[in-house]
């Protein structure tokens, strides 16, 4: 069993900056692609971003150039650093862990982008 405990969320202005943790217990953590998601009112959960246990990434569209996701496998973490962020980035912001049919995910982490 996995639990994942996303931090770092909070309020900033537009172009700032925020980094968003998420800390997984458990074991096997390398076997696993990481994720970040979002959910703003109303609207689905969209990926955000995601790094292979190979380290390979792929990001939305909305967000390239703007975020940059990483992973320690030793500490078992990953991390999101968000800049240039604005208001529409918006949203609740979950960590997702998947590995075949195994798939988790953390309480959310609220991320607030106003003046």
């Known amino acids: 069993q996995v639990q994942l405990v996303e931090s770092g969320g909070g309020l900033v202005q537009p172009g700032g900056s925020l980094r968003l943790s998420c800390a997984a217990s458990g074991s096997s953590f390398t076997i696993y692609a990481m994720a970040w998601y979002r959910q703003a009112p109303g609207k689905q959960r969209e990926l955000v971003a995601r790094v292979t246990r190979g380290g390979s990434t792929n990001y939305a569209d909305s967000v390239k150039g703007r975020f940059t996701i990483s992973r320690d496998n030793p500490k078992k973490m990953g991390y999101l650093q968000m800049n240039s962020l604005r208001p529409e980035d918006t949203a609740v912001y979950y960590c997702?862990?998947?590995?075949?049919?195994?798939?988790?995910w953390g309480q959310g982490t609220q991320v607030t982008v106003s003046s």
């Open positions: 997702n862990l998947e590995y075949s049919s195994y798939i988790y």
